[in-house]
Every structure is written in structure tokens, then in C-alpha cells.
């Protein structure tokens, strides 16, 4: 398997303390890879790393399956921390400034302000602009030169709902068009909808993740003590056909996400299977980050 970023054991120090602790990293083509951890997790450290930003203590990096890596950042736009941009420019002053560095027509300058949502902002100068609409310019610049991979360090950071709707859909969007994600963020609500895989970051250690996995751990399921587990598993078959049943230890066991126990109950009692015990099982998807992460 080829990844577009992949780290083995990698290493930053500052002084004796690892932010990055053998860390390896595995975002493949056309991931939106979340990279969650709280504040000092050493999210921001790794990214730098990948960016050359700051030079590692050990371990290897590979770029678009490369280990050619100025060549590789070529094909990356990012954004970390704030984006360093002229306050007293336009938004199209600005991208015209940072194109320096990636040569771009006019034609593509407008097409960037237009996808991030900047299409008319005109004369505005940047100073003026809201958080969002400054972080939405940050955006534009690291999209100057068409990266394949965008690494975006906490882009929803104080943002209102309004805006983190606006860049979340943005990311979507510009992944359903191809652009591979790195993205940071200490909350998981801000990726949990989009993130195809997730790297959880804590005390300079990576646990990865999918989607996928994350949901079947985080799954919240119900255990059921019936007097006919069999008659049960047919009512529930038949007048509840979205949840998946099975019978293990003379319990019933329901996996999909039971919305209503209490109509499920209901149902059983009237069909005559008593109902002794009826438990939740499994942990919420913010429990699982929260054992993970610590308050
Ligand atoms: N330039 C630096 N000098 C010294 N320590 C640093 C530096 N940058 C980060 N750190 C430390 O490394 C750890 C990880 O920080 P950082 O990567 O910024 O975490 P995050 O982005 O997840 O909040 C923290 O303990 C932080 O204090
Ligand atoms: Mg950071």
C-alpha cells in the first residue's frame, strides 16, 4: 500500500521532552485523516515535521510513497496556526502575493476565492475580515499551486457553528473533488462527521484509528435477560428489521443503536416474553476518546 504520508517512529524533542513520540503515521489517497488530541498532544509538532518545518530526532518520513521530500512538500498546501496574511490587502491582493511562491493566473485566483466562499469580497481589506473569512483566506492560500494533500492545523479553531459549517463543507467538497486531508483539532465533534480515519494524539503517543473501527467500538448496544431469547429475537426481527440481533449466553444482544428501549420493551411484554433485564453495553464515541485522551 502506497500512503501519501507515512512516518515511522518518529521522534521530536525540545529539550528532554518528546512532543512527538515515536510517532507512525498512515494517511492514504483521499482520506480526510483527523488528527485529535487536546492542547500540547503534539499535533502541531508532527505537522511541522511533515512540512519541514522542523527537522525530526529520528525516525523516517515518506511523501507520496517518496523519500524525495522537498520534491513531495511541492504537491502540499497548508495552513498551520493562523495564517500569516497582509491586513491591509484585499483577499485577492493577498493570494496574488502568496502566488509568488506557486505561480497562478488571475482566472485561478478568482476560481480559490470563489470555492473557500470569497468570491465577493472585492475591495474588503483583510483586517476587517471575520475569523472565518480569514481562515477561509488561509485556506485559498494553501490551495495556490493545486496541492494533492491539504494539512490544515486546527482550521475550525473559535470559529462560530455558522463558519465551522462553511469549512467543514468546504473539506468535504474539495474531497469529493480529490484532495487528500491531514486536519487537526483538540475537539472530535468538529471532525467526527467527516474524518475517514483518525490519528488520536496524546502526550506526544499516535493511536490510529478508521471511521469504521471507531464507530463498531463506539457502538452502543443493548443486552437483553428475556424468558424465550429465541420468540424475542423473531419479534424483534419482525417488528424492528434496522437492528441486528444475536443470541450469545442466553442473552439477547441488539448491535445498532437502539433509539427507544423503552417501545422494544414495550413490544415484548405485549407479546408475553418477560423481560428481566435490559442493559446498555458498550461506550459512546466521546467515552472512547475521553478514556483515551483524559478529561
Ligand atoms: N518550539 C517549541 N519549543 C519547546 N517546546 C515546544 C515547542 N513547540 C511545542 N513544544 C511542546 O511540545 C508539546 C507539543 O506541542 P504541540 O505540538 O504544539 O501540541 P498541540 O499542537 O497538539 O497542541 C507541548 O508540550 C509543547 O509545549
Ligand atoms: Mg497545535
Redesign the pocket.
Known amino acids: 500500500m502506497e500512503y501519501v504520508v507515512e512516518t515511522n517512529a518518529l521522534v521530536?524533542k525540545?529539550?528532554q521532552?518528546a512532543?512527538?513520540d515515536n510517532m507512525s503515521v498512515h494517511v492514504r489517497k483521499g482520506d480526510i485523516y483527523g488528527?485529535i488530541?487536546?492542547?500540547?498532544?503534539?499535533?502541531?509538532?508532527?505537522?511541522?515535521l511533515l512540512l519541514g518545518l522542523?527537522i525530526p530526532n529520528s525516525g523516517e518520513i515518506k511523501l507520496f510513497g517518496s523519500t524525495d521530500l522537498g520534491a513531495a512538500r511541492m504537491r502540499i498546501g497548508s495552513l498551520i496556526e493562523a495564517p500569516a496574511i497582509y491586513k491591509n490587502e484585499t483577499a485577492m491582493e493577498n493570494l496574488a502575493r502568496f502566488s509568488l511562491l506557486a505561480p497562478t493566473s488571475k482566472n485561478r485566483m478568482h476560481e480559490l476565492l470563489e470555492l473557500v466562499g470569497l468570491g465577493d469580497v472585492g475591495k474588503k481589506k483583510a483586517g476587517a475580515f471575520s475569523l472565518g473569512m480569514r481562515q477561509r483566506l488561509g485556506i485559498a492560500i494553501a490551495l495556490l499551486g493545486d496541492p494533492e494533500l491539504l494539512i490544515l492545523?486546527?482550521p475550525i479553531n473559535g470559529l462560530d457553528p455558522a463558519g465551522i459549517k462553511e469549512i467543514r463543507d468546504l473539506i468535504v467538497e474539495m474531497n469529493r473533488r480529490g484532495t487528500t486531508f491531514m486536519i487537526?483539532s483538540?475537539l472530535l465533534d468538529e471532525l467526527g462527521k467527516i474524518a475517514t480515519n483518525y490519528g488520536i494524539?496524546h502526550?506526544?503517543v499516535l493511536e490510529e484509528i478508521t471511521a469504521e473501527e471507531l464507530q463498531r467500538k463506539c457502538r452502543v448496544s443493548l443486552k437483553l435477560g428475556v424468558s424465550d431469547p429465541a420468540k424475542a429475537q423473531e419479534l424483534i426481527r419482525a417488528s424492528f428489521p434496522e437492528l441486528q440481533t444475536h443470541i450469545e449466553g442466553g442473552k439477547l444482544h441488539i448491535l445498532s443503536d437502539v433509539n427507544d428501549p423503552a417501545a422494544l420493551n414495550r413490544a415484548l411484554v405485549m407479546a408475553d416474553i418477560g423481560v428481566y433485564e435490559l442493559a446498555g453495553e458498550g461506550t459512546g464515541m466521546e467515552d472512547f476518546f475521553i478514556e483515551r485522551l483524559g478529561r
Open positions: 521530536k525540545y529539550g521532552k512532543a512527538v488528527l488530541g487536546k492542547n500540547g498532544a503534539g499535533k502541531t509538532s508532527l505537522m511541522k522542523t492545523d486546527e487537526s483538540h494524539a502526550e506526544g
